[in-house]
């Protein structure tokens, strides 16, 4: 599967107080895209609230629920770059910083794909470093290309 990223699914520089807000601004380009239903939005707050959706190096990859699958209408990725980062823990204990979070809607099960093939690329700390530090959205293209070779 092919991670075919458009332009407009990146924002870059954003600033966020929380993790909702992130994942809302990821959600809200699969909407804004036509891939998804605006509900789906909605599951993959009630997802990160079940389970986190935190990956560890920096990334968090926000999805929707088994519920929530009725809401897409086609596979699609979304990027949002947050330099400055967001906490994404559960508690208050630990501290899990994320500068760069995918939003995933896959059809017929097609997101396990792109979670591995992203969770595989962002395994090495230093792409996730070039993803945060990137100043265009095609430099972020350019990168995630690299994840179909």
């Known amino acids: ?13 954003q600033h ?8 809302r601004l ?3 380009l699969l909407v804004d895209s036509g891939d998804v239903e605006p509900e789906y939005v909605e599951s993959m707050i009630a997802r990160n609230a ?3 959706t935190y990956m560890g190096n920096f990334i ?11 809401f897409i209408k086609k596979t699609g990725i979304s990027v949002v770059q947050i330099p400055m980062g967001v906490d994404f823990s559960e508690d208050s204990q630990n501290e899990n910083v994320v500068t760069v979070v995918f939003g995933i809607a896959g059809l017929n099960g097609e997101h396990l794909n792109l979670l591995s093939q992203i969770a595989l690329f ?7 470093v070039k993803l945060a530090d990137a100043q ?10 690299e994840v179909d070779k």
């Open 1 to 13: 599967m092919k991670m075919d990223l458009e332009k407009e699914m990146i924002k870059l520089n």
């Open 16 to 23: 966020v107080a929380t993790k909702e807000e992130a994942i």
């Open 26 to 28: 990821a959600g809200k």
């Open 50 to 52: 079940d389970v986190s």
């Open 60 to 70: 968090a990859i926000p999805h929707g629920t088994e519920d929530g699958k009725k």
């Open 122 to 128: 962002c395994s090495d700390v230093n792409n996730v």
């Open 136 to 145: 265009s959205e095609q430099e972020i293209i350019n990168l995630l290309k």
